[in-house]
């Protein structure tokens, strides 16, 4: 993939080559012309070839460092009538090494002037000397190629006046637009620059190792107001009435986290413990849906300022809900932004799990402006620094905020989402070489949120809580302001500085303790950063291999492997060299006694204190591993759990499922076998665990409904309904309950809903039907909501009632919740026709359009519609996102990787093959093909017991 990539820019260079060589010849006797020699010692013939037909002096996609900016000044006037900007900044950059040029980045961005000042013009109030600007768009840089030699050492002040159209697409400066309940469509201009945009709206040292201090001005009419990342020092009145906002000066940050909007919000207001002023807004009809978000920022502030022991340390922050907007949210510091749905919630039609949603992406968010802002990663390749340590984060604050919302126990889908993907060989590891704009993209993927997060957390049940935290301060203490890199993170995090010696800035006073970075453990001296390279630097999960033989244990640690099957020829290959530190944990029949031993060998043996019935490795489950028991190990287990399954403590319960399952897929354990331990949830009353088990036999229906294998399709029907029909029959249509109990609610009964049960559609239709006869008057509880949309969506005259109120709603929460139910219908042109209105933008937002073809592509009449469409469209749809933007890798997975039959691998094989034939390359090609080939296989080894031990229990 790599290579294809690089074929492209060699290609490039090919064609440019021949044209360049004689460029350089009349170049260099110009006094503009070249970079000393020294600069470029290497072949000059292979320099790039510049617009304009000159050699362009910098050959590499990242920057030189011989010039680094210091203070960007940007003054910014978005129009919003016109839909274009004009801007000018001057950036002050020191000059580290003397030089003749400086490499900036730029993209799309229309420069009409550019010039330098020395500190000495500047005294002297002197004329700037004007720069000729090169521009090599294959890289997204400009060169500003200097007179005079720039001098080592010395500062200098660059000048750029340049304009653009503001960005259709989601990515730079780009436009926004909401309707009014009056019908009125108003413009707002906002930025997002993650990871490689900022270069889209201002020429820029675009790499996070670049920090710098912004001081920003925007122009903008009387009726709208700008926000930017600081607090608003002051405003001055313009000629013909424009306005023009100046902010205070940022700390010194990278140019991703640079935010400006104009628009013409309204918000509400409060203040945490230690001053800082926070606000939320929102376009001025979703205000009343903003005071959740106000409640629980304060309150996560307030955490995070404790749980680091630093403040948050800009006067304000800002959290805005962009009515387009692709990902979920975005950390610019001081000014974040959200999709609408993350951050608004309407206590109307927000149903629990819309609740649990919003806390957690403020919670991810607000984790930023210390992890990611503050500390830096230095490069892309350690993204996850940024967002494994932001997801985790999620865990440690809500759990300690918001109790009631029972997050710890949905961190467990946090692992097993993610286990799936890091179970393909198609994996890559946590810290993962990244160049490219589109290869810095797919770095945002499952393996850097998930697998950073659950590693965390596995580090942290082996260090400690106390540990762990004070690593994170130490952490986030030294490396302020600046970046850093994985080793940085293990060594604070195994730095063991008694508590006495700790300094407030989190330093200790004895450097000579610092200097180790071995802990003891049991006797053993184990090397967090040794450890820890196991998890971040090799891809995959291991799985362990108990053997139990009387109080002996016999341990084995091989590399787990989704779809393919021990006895598969490549199964050996692809176990090659794989080797892990697993720090593990395990209990006994016997007592509640946790305990512990490092894995750091192929094989081990351990003796058991005690005789036992059975043994429980990864406790809770904070392990990111897979264990499988051999010999008589699951059976003695699944005894337990039908003898008495609560002696086994939830998070354990649920973490059996999930291994059994993940085994039956790699071929280690019989379906029947997995089948069998979860007979005991009929005695469950744990939500999540209920839900696990249920979800992987609602997971097989799906898949032989969608195949059409229907004397299994059925006889799991029937046995979902039977099996489980006392727990639906219980449920009440109400919001009444835990959280727990609440997301039971929904989707116990979405599902025996989606399975025709009776009962279940008859209350559905009645909520409906009483809605739509009281005018949308009646309230529907918000966790049935969707289960009451889907089925009123099944007659036409209920779909055509839902789209309308649709375009209606002012709230995020309930069309979101529509939209769904308008999927689910069975007829192919109202799928079609939804498809074409997320085509068209309008009543459906382009925003949303990757989320509908994933869920069309979910409902098995919408299955071949939604492929065929987006194999068809590709082309359109690649002007709406980027190629390796999340839109675009959603819409691939969303349509196929459900796919479980040789036709359909042929199929996307074929079309996977002419993009890359048009240079267009993701890693989530090979994911997929990789997911059908499962599926495929899962099906051939399964389907035949699947059908047998159905037909003994229906
Ligand atoms: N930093 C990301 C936003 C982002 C994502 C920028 C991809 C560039 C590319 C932000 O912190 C984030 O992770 N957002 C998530 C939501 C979060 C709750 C996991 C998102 O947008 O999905
Ligand atoms: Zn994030």
Redesign the pocket.
């Known amino acids: 993939m790599v290579n294809s990539r690089r074929k492209l820019v060699f290609k490039v260079y090919i064609r440019f080559y021949y044209a360049a060589i004689i460029l350089l010849e009349i170049c260099f006797c110009s006094q503009f012309s070249m970079p000393s020699s020294d600069q470029f010692s290497k072949d000059p013939g292979a320099l790039p070839v510049a617009t304009n037909g000159e050699p362009f002096p910098w050959r590499e996609l990242r920057l030189p460092s011989m010039v680094i900016p210091i203070h960007y000044d940007l003054s910014v006037h978005p129009n919003l009538t016109s839909l274009d900007f004009v801007a000018s900044e001057q950036i002050e950059v020191l000059v580290r090494d003397a030089t003749q040029f400086i490499i900036l980045h730029s993209k799309d961005l229309e420069i009409t002037n550019a010039t330098l000042h020395s500190e000495e013009d500047l005294r002297y109030r002197k004329p700037g000397k004007r720069l000729n600007v090169l521009s090599y768009p294959a890289h997204q840089q400009i060169a500003l190629l200097v007179p005079e030699k720039l001098l080592a050492d010395l500062r200098y002040y660059v000048a750029i006046d340049f304009q653009a159209k503001l960005a259709d697409v989601f990515q730079g400066f780009y436009k926004s637009t909401y309707r009014t309940l009056g019908g009125e469509t108003r413009t707002i201009a906002v930025t ?1 620059f ?2 490689t945009e900022a270069r889209t709206a201002f020429p820029c040292f675009d790499e996070p190792l670049f920090k710098a201090n912004f001081s920003i001005k925007i122009r903008r009419e009387s009726r709208h107001i700008a926000l930017s990342n600081m607090p608003k020092v002051k405003t001055i009145e313009l000629e013909g009435g424009l306005l023009e906002d100046h902010f205070e000066t940022t700390v010194k940050m990278s140019t ?1 986290l640079v935010a400006y909007i104009v628009c013409d919000f309204t918000s509400v207001s409060g203040t945490t413990s230690s001053g800082v002023k926070v606000s939320i807004y929102a376009s001025p009809e979703k205000w009343s849906q903003t005071h959740y978000a106000l409640e629980a920022s304060l309150k996560l502030l307030d955490f995070y300022e404790n749980y680091f022991d630093i403040n948050y340390p800009l006067p304000k922050l800002d959290l805005i809900a962009i009515p387009d907007f ?6 610019n510091w001081g000014l974040i932004t959200y ?1 609408e749905t ?1 951050l608004l919630f309407d206590p109307k039609t927000s149903s629990a799990s819309d609740k649990l ?1 919003v806390t ?2 403020i ?3 607000l984790a ?1 402006q210390w992890f ?1 802002n503050l500390v830096t990663m230095e490069w892309w390749n350690d993204i996850w620094l ?2 494994g340590f ?2 985790y984060m ?1 865990l440690i604050s809500i759990t300690a905020t918001y109790p009631e919302l029972q997050f710890d126990d949905y961190f467990l889908e946090v692992c097993f989402e993610v286990i799936k993907r890091d179970s393909l060989n198609s994996s890559h590891p946590i810290s993962n070489q990244a160049e490219t704009p589109t290869q810095i ?1 797919e770095m ?1 993927d499952m393996i850097s ?1 998930n697998k950073g997060a659950c590693i965390l957390n596995m580090l942290k049940d082996f260090l400690s809580e106390e540990k762990f935290q004070k690593g994170v301060i130490h952490y986030l203490n030294k490396f302020s302001y600046r970046n850093a890199k994985n080793d940085d993170l293990w060594s604070s995090l195994s730095n063991n500085c008694l508590e006495g010696d700790l300094t407030s800035a989190g330093f200790c006073y004895s450097d000579s303790k610092r200097t180790s970075s071995m802990l003891t453990f049991q006797g053993e001296n184990v090397e967090v950063k040794e450890m820890m390279a196991t998890w971040t630097l090799q891809k995959g999960i291991p799985l362990v291999v108990v053997e139990r033989e009387g109080r002996l244990l016999r341990l084995r640690q091989e590399r787990f492997l989704g779809g393919v099957f021990k006895e598969d020829p490549e199964w050996r290959a692809l176990q090659e060299r794989y080797l892990w530190h697993i720090p593990l944990t395990y209990s006994t029949s016997f007592s509640k006694a946790i305990y512990r031993h490092v894995l750091k060998s192929k094989t081990d043996t351990l003796g058991l204190p005690e005789n036992t019935s059975w043994v429980k490795f990864n406790m809770n489950s904070n392990g990111y591993y897979i264990v499988h028991y051999e010999g008589h190990g699951w059976d003695q287990l699944i005894a337990q759990l039908n003898q008495n399954h609560t002696l086994l403590r939830p998070k354990d319960r649920i973490s059996l499922l999930h291994d059994a399952f993940q085994l039956v897929s790699a071929g280690r354990l019989t379906i029947d076998k997995a089948l069998d331990l979860t007979r005991y949830l009929q005695h469950e009353t744990n939500s999540l665990a209920l839900l696990k088990g249920l979800g992987y036999l609602e997971s097989f229906y799906r898949m032989m409904d969608r195949r059409n294998i229907s004397d299994v399709t059925e006889n799991l029907k029937h046995y979902l309904l039977q099996y489980f029909k006392p727990v639906i029959d219980r449920q009440s249509w109400s919001d009444e309950g835990s959280v727990g109990d609440r997301m039971l609610r929904s989707d116990l009964l979405r599902l025996a809903c989606d399975l025709n049960h009776a009962p279940c559609i008859q209350k559905a239709a009645e909520l409906f039907s009483q809605q739509m006869e009281s005018n949308g008057k009646l309230n529907i509880p918000t966790d049935v909501l969707k289960i009451v949309y889907s089925v009123g969506a099944q007659t036409t005259g209920g779909w055509n009632h839902l789209l309308k109120k649709y375009e209606l709603s002012v709230s995020g929460a309930e069309r979101n919740k529509i939209l769904y139910a308008l999927t689910t219908s069975k007829d192919q042109e109202k799928l079609m026709k939804l498809i074409k209105l997320g085509m068209e933008g309008k009543t459906i937002k382009t925003q949303d359009l990757a989320v509908l073809l994933h869920t069309i592509a979910r409902n098995p009449t919408g299955q071949k519609l939604a492929w065929n469409f987006v194999r068809e469209n590709w082309a359109h749809l690649l002007k709406k996102f980027d190629l390796g ?2 839109a675009v890798r959603m819409i691939l997975s969303g349509t196929t990787s459900h796919f479980s039959s040789k036709d359909e691998l042929e199929e996307v094989k074929l079309f996977f093959e002419s993009l890359k034939a048009q240079g267009s390359h993701l890693d989530v090609f090979q994911i997929i093909l990789e997911t059908i080939s499962k599926n495929i296989k899962w099906l051939e080894r399964n389907l035949p017991t699947l059908r047998t031990w159905l037909l003994v229990r229906t």
């Open positions: 997002h993650e990871p991703y692709e990902a979920g949210a975005m950390e999709r993350s949603w957690r992406v919670a991810h968010e930023h990611g940024n967002e932001a997801k999620e993209q945002f949120y933007s999340f």
